[in-house]
Structures are given as C-alpha cells and as structure tokens.
C-alpha cells in the first residue's frame, strides 16, 4: 500500500520493518513472492528492488517459491507460509488481507486471524 496500489514499493516494506525493529520487536519474517527479484516489467512497477536483497542477506525476507512452466508464472499460495509461520511462533501477521479462505481451511487458524491480524496504513513514509 505504500506504492498507492500503483507500483510495489520496497522501501515500504523496510518501513514497516523498521516501525517493528524501533520497538524492540527482532523476529521479524517478511515474505516475498521470489518473482519480485526479476526485472521489472512497465505494467508491474517496483521500486528499491535493493531493499529485498538487504533484507534478505539480514534473514529478515524469504523468498517464497515460483517458477515458468510453458512460459507463464506459477507462483505458490504465500498467505499459507505467513499464517502457518505466524501461529507456529506464536507470532501476529501484519497485514491489510482479512485471509477469509484460510481461516476456513483449518479451526485452529480461524481463531488466530481473527485475533492476530495487525492491519495497518501508510501516511505518505510514516507506517
């Protein structure tokens, strides 16, 4: 959301890193689909790409799985990692997505979502 839903916004997510890291929260995962790495293409803009790497070398960003087959992307369903890692750490999902198909997916998710979700906003840099 930093980005105005018009380009993906790296320093966005380092915003909100830092929002946590400030407050003494040092666990901290960030998923990225592995598909952001690549140059970015006109009609999906990214900026600060450096950023995910910096994170990444940190052990601060993973990279979730995707690849080509026959020329189009397959990308694997990554709310599934961030709610999984989230409630196996005992952990919150900062997050704008409610995760409604998740939640009936397992019982014991349903719960956590509706009591672990930090959904937040950006005004312009301040997260």
């Not at 993906?8 to 901290?28: E, M, N, P, T």
């Not at 961030?82 to 409610?98: C, M």
Request: aromatic residues 12%.
């Amino acid at each position: 959301s930093h980005g105005n839903k018009e380009v993906f916004s790296c320093r966005g997510i380092l915003l909100a890193v830092q929002w946590f890291w400030d407050r003494g929260h040092k666990d901290i995962t960030v998923f990225v689909p592995s598909w952001r790495k690549e140059q970015p293409r006109p009609d999906i803009l990214i900026t600060d790409q450096y950023i995910l790497r910096d994170l990444e070398k940190k052990k601060i960003l993973v990279f979730t799985p995707s690849r080509r087959v026959g020329g189009k992307r397959v990308v694997c369903y990554d709310d599934r990692f961030i709610v999984k890692l989230a409630h196996e750490s005992d952990g919150i999902v900062v997050s704008n997505d409610t995760y409604r198909d998740l939640q009936n997916e397992r019982p014991e998710w349903k719960k956590f979502i509706e009591e672990r979700l930090l959904m937040y906003s950006f005004v312009n840099d301040k997260y």
